[in-house]
Nanobody, 122 residues
Framework: QVQLVQSGGGSVHVGGSLRLSCVAR?????MAWFRQAPGKERQGVAA??????RTAYTDFVSGRFTISHDANTLYLLMNSLKPEDTAMYYC????????????????????WGQGAQVTVVS
């Protein structure tokens, strides 16, 4: 069992930047960021194995968001934010070293953070 504690989030204007953090108490092999907007399914945003060997991004954030991991903390740097990026963002951790096909699937993860709201306003 991995305990995840998130920080960051907030409200930002279009084109702005935010950074999310997620401290893991435990030693997961894979970690990810997901987001969920009201009335929509949870979707993968970015994910990586904690050894840095595998990294995956979903198409709609590629080139704008950067996932990174340092010691026991996962980060998501979000640049060029758009209104459609507005959602609750969750970090997730898995004990397994996931394949590229599985990194962005929510079913791959058994541990979840408490969530952080990101709101992008015009």
């Amino acid at each position: 069992q991995v305990q995840l504690v998130q920080s960051g989030g907030g409200s930002v204007h279009v084109g702005g930047s935010l950074r999310l953090s997620c401290v893991a108490r435990g030693y997961p092999e894979s970690m990810a960021w997901f987001r969920q907007a009201p009335g929509k399914e949870r979707q993968g945003v970015a994910a990586m194995t904690t050894d840095g060997v595998r990294t995956a991004y979903t198409d709609f954030v590629s080139g704008r968001f950067t996932i990174s991991h340092d010691a026991n903390t996962l980060y998501l740097l979000m640049n060029s934010l758009k209104p459609e990026d507005t959602a609750m963002y969750y970090c997730a951790a898995a004990a397994e070293w996931l394949t590229l096909d599985d990194l962005l699937r929510p079913q791959s993860y058994e541990n979840w953070g408490q969530g952080a709201q990101v709101t992008v306003v015009s």
